[in-house]
């Protein structure tokens, strides 16, 4: 196993951590190729959604060496969602970087009234006296 020194959050530097160890736990490093390490960076600099722009730092991160822990105190979450992400990146790769489609209720709002809604939304608001005569 590898000795890294990892320098964290506002200057802290850790003890010399084994690469990969969490405690009593190691993971799987990551290695990441060129062509990974290029795309994940363009998606921290440019991507429009934030959580993805945040995933694709997570795994950059690990692939840097740094510990779970470190990437958790670093990025202000628990250690094992790190350890998700971790997982998810082994299995899916990038597509475990976007949002995943959530349940929940359909929309009631039918096209016609996204229409009517944009349009109330658009008009020119009344004043007091025109809403009382």
Not at 95 to 111: E, H, K, Y
Not at 116 to 125: D, G, R, S, T, Y
């Amino acid at each position: 196993m590898t000795l890294r020194s990892v320098s964290i959050l506002s200057g802290v530097r850790l003890s010399t951590i084994p690469v990969g160890a969490v405690g009593n736990l190691t993971i799987k490093p990551l290695e990441l190729n060129e062509n990974e390490r290029t795309l994940l960076d363009t998606i921290i600099k440019r991507g429009a959604d934030w959580r993805e722009r945040d995933r694709a730092e997570t795994i950059t991160m690990l692939a840097d060496g740094f510990s779970v822990k470190g990437v958790a105190a670093k990025q202000g979450y628990k250690p094992e969602a790190i350890r998700i992400r971790h997982r998810k990146w082994l299995k899916q790769g990038f597509a475990s970087l976007p949002d995943q489609p959530r349940s929940g209720a359909p929309t009631i709002l039918t096209d016609e009234h996204r229409q009517l809604l944009k349009q109330w939304a658009e008009a020119e608001a009344l004043s007091s006296r025109d809403l009382l005569s």
